[in-house]
């Protein structure tokens, strides 16, 4: 089994900047890639504080902090991770722009280098198919926030190779993470059961059974969740909720996984949750109060 020293990740969203944060941590070095300058900056500034926070709380050691920054590079040109042991794609939820990557991470990449995607939903198996090492590509899908969240769900296309899989279970492990694994199979095993509640938690706001809040307090009170669904929404990202449901009800046919109208008309007005201030609740201060 190859030995992991550098991983690339794309995209330093909210997901790609944790996954590469862990990585550093973790003693491997990290190229964090992106296509927008200023994603890039706001990944560095909330790595670094969050490092700092962890020193400070003493979860992290000050020299392991010191050795984690200075493992993180930071990049617009894709090209820089062609030395990366394993490249972790974690961009928009797109399957036409996830395809184009993978075809131009194929092109870049060393021969050796396994190709890992952080989707939430979409076929590992068409990933794959636009490259020419099917073998080496894999889901390895991250919960919300990467550094925290115990949990790695593991998917494998219908190419992925035992050594592949190997390879990027021990990776989860070395990053103290439990693994699960999934057939490729749309929302694998975590999205198939989550999602379909969070849009029966729009279609309950909908149709006005209840309240925003009401609705959150009777599935944390209720069921014991730690968040109600309406709020996990909103820290997911709306958009993200919402190609999830698209991915659910194309690949698997059945009305009962169709988008909630409400879900939809939030995304289109630009509501996607706390990473833009404002979702089904507003995160902002002294914002205007909406007809939502
Ligand atoms: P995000 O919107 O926070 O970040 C996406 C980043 O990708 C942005 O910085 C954007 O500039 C960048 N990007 C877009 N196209 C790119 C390209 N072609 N090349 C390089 N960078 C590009 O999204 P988030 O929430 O981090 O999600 C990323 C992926 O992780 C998605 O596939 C999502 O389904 C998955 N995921 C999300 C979770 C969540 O709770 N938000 C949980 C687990 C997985």
Known sequence: MAEIKEVGVVGSGQMGSGIAQLAAVGGIDVWLHDTDPDALTRATQSITLSIQRLVSRGHLSQVVG??????????????????????????????????????????????????????????????????????????????????????????????????????????????????????????????????????????????????????DTGMKLGTNHPMGPLELADFIGLDVCLSIMKVLHDGLGDSKYAPCPLLVQYVDAGRLGRKRGIGVYNYRKNCYSSNF
């Open 66 to 215: 010191t050795d984690a920054l200075g493992r993180l590079r930071c990049t617009s040109n894709l090209e820089e991770l062609r030395s990366a042991d394993v490249i972790i794609e974690a961009i928009v939820e797109s399957e036409v722009v996830k395809k184009k990557l993978f075809s131009e991470l194929d092109k870049i990449a060393k021969v050796s280098a396994i190709l890992a995607s952080n989707t939430s939903s979409i076929s590992i198996t068409r990933l794959a198919f636009g490259t020419s090492r099917p073998q080496q590509v894999i889901g390895m899908h991250f919960m919300n926030p990467p550094p925290i969240m115990k949990l790695v769900e593991i998917v494998r296309g219908a190419d992925t190779s035992d050594e592949t899989f190997t390879t990027i279970k021990a990776l989860a492990e070395r990053l103290s993470k439990t693994v699960i694994c999934s057939q490729d199979y749309p929302g694998f095993i975590v999205n198939r059961i989550l999602m379909p509640m969070i849009n029966e938690a729009f279609f309950t706001l909908f149709t006005g059974v209840a309240t925003k809040e009401d609705i």
